[in-house]
């Protein structure tokens, strides 16, 4: 009667690992092997699967590379015209973690809450899991939260707010006694464009060149358009160019401006995360011109706060000294001046108008291209006033009188 000298016992195997199942049997005559997995004979293929024996009547099932496919209870039938007998065990395969579903790639945008990186694990033993950000480990703490499902072999790990800090590469490593796997996605944090260096007013002459440049950064990587008093600037290439230096510095070259190109220029930085704008002012520098010229005027004795106007334009903007009969009288406490410089008005005002206010008042602008004035006269009107009375005379008869007065007033008096 077959018998088993010795019988199968439980293993456990490691994935892509070599197992051998090892029963030595004795009987006469010598007896037939069968190997049955999970009551279905197994087929003995000389690769995956194959049987060996050596002269002590030993015989080996070798199982090649297992897998988890190859879990199950395996049995060995010997027989002969005897009889039958048969032993079995059951095969259990450890492995290393294996990833049903990897870390993915992320883009949020700075400031988004809770941005996560999942990834699904098959493991037998449960893994230890770790996670990395730029190959630093992260626990849990202030920009973290990690989520652990050892039922379902999810884990989670949560950027509580992006920002350009919590941007690059993040990994979970899971390992075991078997082995350990690693993968691994990448977050990448969008930002609105910011300008770092923004357009300033210029002033230049008539037929120079002239650059305007700003810094920008954001991401994506801002595009960029130049406009000037609101409308869109063609960049032609000659007349209008742009350059852009390293990866954040843009400039618009106006070749050769003339006053055409007078007004606002501004630049549009935009991304899909928003868009931003920034503005200056292109003059060109010119000799003052008074819009508004001074006119001839005239006031009465006592009036007050009579006012000399006049409207000047200029680049630079203009100073202006004011004269009575060639005499400065710009800090003249007779008088205080008003200058609004926005609307290039000028103003000087006569605080109490006296006799001595009378004359030629000019009006004189400059700046660095040179100068230019106005001139108007101003008349006092003044009730007749004697200066010198008449006196009493004696003369002969016969003889020529004089009398004489002086006077003053404005308009001359009548003398009756």
């Known amino acids: 009667h077959p018998k088993f000298v010795q019988g199968l016992k439980d293993v456990e195997g490691i994935e892509e690992k070599e197992v051998l199942l090892t029963v030595k049997v004795a009987g006469e005559p010598k007896p037939k092997i069968t190997w049955i997995k999970d009551g279905t004979e197994l087929t003995i293929d000389g690769k995956c699967r194959k049987v060996k024996e050596d002269v002590s009547d030993s015989f080996t099932l070798v199982l ?17 015209k005897c009889g039958e007998e048969s032993t079995s065990c059951k095969l259990t395969v450890k492995a290393k973690p294996k990833f049903i579903r990897q870390l993915s790639d992320k883009e949020s945008k700075e ?27 992260v626990v849990d703490c202030e920009k973290y939260n990690i989520v652990c499902d050892e039922a379902s072999g999810t884990y989670t790990l949560k950027v509580k707010k992006a920002s350009a800090e ?17 993968s ?75 006053r055409n190109d007078i007004g606002q220029f501004s630049c ?6 928003g868009k931003v704008t920034t503005c200056g002012k292109l003059s060109i520098k010119s000799k003052p011109i008074f819009r508004k010229k001074l006119v001839d005027m005239e006031a009465r004795e006592g009036d007050t706060n009579v006012q000399f106007v006049v409207e000047v334009e200029g680049i630079p903007k203009p100073t202006l000294i004011w004269f009575i009969d060639e005499l400065d009288i710009t800090s003249s406490e007779n ?9 290039g008005i000028y103003k000087l005002i006569a605080r109490k108008v006296s006799t001595d206010l009378a004359g030629k008042y000019t009006c004189e602008a400059a700046n660095s291209c040179g100068k230019t004035d106005s001139t108007a006269i101003f008349n006092v009107l003044s009730k007749p006033k004697v200066l010198k009375g008449l006196k009493d005379i004696d003369v002969l008869e016969e003889e020529n009188v004089h009398l004489t007065v002086k006077i003053s007033g404005s308009p001359t008096p009548n003398i009756k």
């Open 335 to 343: 008088y205080k001046t008003v200058a609004d410089d926005q609307t």
């Open 268 to 273: 549009e930085a935009s991304n899909t995360c």
């Open 111 to 137: 400031g988004d809450v809770d941005v996560e990186f999942t990834c699904q694990l098959d493991s037998d033993p449960i893994p230890k899991i770790k996670w990395m950000f730029n190959d630093k480990e």
């Open 166 to 182: 919590t941007e690059g590469v993040y990994s979970c490593e899971a390992s075991n006694k078997i082995g350990k796997v690693r």
């Open 64 to 80: 090649n590379r297992v897998t988890k496919e190859d879990v199950g209870e395996y049995r060995c039938r010997i027989t002969n």
């Open 184 to 258: 691994c996605g990448v977050l990448s944090v969008n930002a609105p464009p910011v300008f770092i260096q923004k357009l300033g007013d210029v002033q230049i002459n008539e037929g120079e060149t002239v650059s305007f440049t700003v810094k920008v950064m954001g991401k994506p990587k801002p595009s960029l358009k130049w406009f000037q008093n609101d409308t869109e600037v063609t960049i032609d290439g000659e007349h209008y160019k742009t350059k852009e230096e390293a990866s954040d510095t843009f400039t618009l070259i106006i070749n050769k401006c003339t």
